[in-house]
Structure formats: C-alpha cells, structure tokens
C-alpha cells in the first residue's frame, strides 16, 4: 500500500493493485474514505465528520497534481 503522504494525522495512500480512476484512500485512527481525484469526488466514507471531509477535500485539492503523479509513477513502473 503505497503511501502519497502523511498530513495532519491523516494517510493518503492507494492499493498496489488498484485500479482506475485515479483515486485515493484516506485514514486517520479508525475512520477511512475514499476519493477520486479527476473530478474530486467521495466515493465512500466511514466514520469521518462533515468537518474532517472538508478538510480532507481541501488537502486533495491542494495536492491532486502530486497524488496523480504518484500513481502514475507507481503504475507505470509496475508494468
């Protein structure tokens, strides 16, 4: 499970065997989401606050160009 970063508590990371779109999954103690980046959107969540996916949209909108050259690094190279 390749992490992208770790920011304010919280892991961003994806599968190695995932799949597309590009998205990324989220976890901060017990609770965990997931998003696709191109267009942002939640695909799922469990257990986080309206607060916390706010401010868990606003990181990856800060850093939808470093979570797509993540994966397509990752992806890429393991071709």
């Not at 770790?6 to 190695?16: A, C, I, S």
């Not at 965990?32 to 909108?61: C, Q, R, W």
């Amino acid at each position: 499970m390749p992490t992208v970063f770790n920011l304010f508590g919280y892991r961003f990371w994806f599968y190695g065997n995932d799949h597309s779109p590009i998205h990324i999954h989220v976890k901060k103690g017990g609770a965990v989401a997931k998003y696709d980046i191109l267009p942002i959107s939640l695909v799922y969540n469990h257990g986080f606050k309206p607060s916390e996916l706010k401010m868990i949209e606003t990181i990856i909108k800060d850093n939808e160009e470093i979570i797509a050259q993540h994966w397509n690094m990752f992806f890429n190279n393991a071709k």
